[in-house]
T-cell receptor, first 114, second 116 residues
Framework: GESVGLHLPTLSVQEGDNSIINCAYS??????FIWYKQESGKGPQFIIDIRSNMDKRQGQRVTVLLNKTVKHLSLQIAATQPGDSAVYFCAERRFNQAGTALIFGKGTTLSVSS | GAVVSQHPSRVICKSGTSVKIECRSLDFQATTMFWYRQFPKQSLMLMAT?????????EQGVEKDKFLINHASLTLSTLTVTSAHPEDSSFYIC????????????FGNGTRLTVT
């Protein structure tokens, strides 16, 4: 079935390192992807998005890469800080009878030690 | 930026009672709102899509009569968990879109429901 998933459930890094969080998707028709950060007990927070007509997009300290050939998405966080510790989800836009909805992957827990 | 407010943040109720959760878009009008459910250490699972002024569209496996959704205005959607059971205990999160083609969803901070 259609799904969005992540390669690793956990990632531990040292403060100052660069972090790379990966996501694989299965629906080749997907045209819009978003990375979210979720802290404990809170709702997801938007980080960065990318359309399928792009292969890279940069934000502040974050970069999203999209490889449509292998249906792979990654989030790179530069100079990771303890405040970046959270669960990261990629989400894929899906079209349904209601219009569109975001389908979430399983999440990667990022732990940053100082 | 777009702000979505969810209330209450936590609620404890007894089995058999009903609980209403509100989701408001504070600084924008949301023609579409989405309700998600999240179990501990799991991902967000889409429950239903709520369109203002029309019936909600539920995902497969979600009971319409148990999870009543009302989207009576462009800034408010409500989810009512009817005849709650302990297995309904979960983290419920709403989200809203600005409606533009490539706009991300903005999420509320969730409601932790515990059914005793």
């Amino acid at each position: 079935g259609e799904s969005v998933g992540l390669h690793l459930p956990t990632l531990s890094v040292q403060e100052g390192d660069n972090s790379i969080i990966n996501c694989a998707y299965s629906n080749s028709a997907s045209d819009y992807f978003i990375w979210y950060k979720q802290e404990s007990g809170k709702g997801p927070q938007f980080i960065i998005d990318i359309r399928s007509n792009m292969d890279k997009r940069q934000g502040q300290r974050v970069t999203v890469l999209l490889n449509k050939t292998v249906k792979h998405l990654s989030l790179q966080i530069a100079a990771t800080q303890p405040g970046d510790s959270a669960v990261y989800f990629c989400a894929e836009r899906r079209f349904n009878q209601a219009g569109t909805a975001l389908i979430f992957g399983k999440g990667t827990t990022l732990s940053v030690s100082s | 930026g777009a702000v979505v407010s969810q209330h209450p943040s936590r609620v404890i109720c007894k089995s058999g009672t009903s609980v209403k959760i509100e989701c408001r878009s504070l600084d924008f009008q949301a023609t579409t709102m989405f309700w998600y459910r999240q179990f501990p250490k799991q991902s967000l699972m889409l429950m239903a899509t709520s369109n203002e002024g029309s019936k909600a569209t539920y995902e497969q496996g979600v009971e319409k009569d148990k999870f009543l959704i009302n989207h009576a205005s462009l800034t408010l959607s409500t989810l009512t968990v009817t005849s709650a059971h302990p297995e309904d205990s979960s983290f419920y999160i709403c989200s809203a879109s600005l409606g533009q083609q490539n706009s991300p969803l903005h999420f509320g901070n969730g409601t932790r429901l515990t059914v005793t």
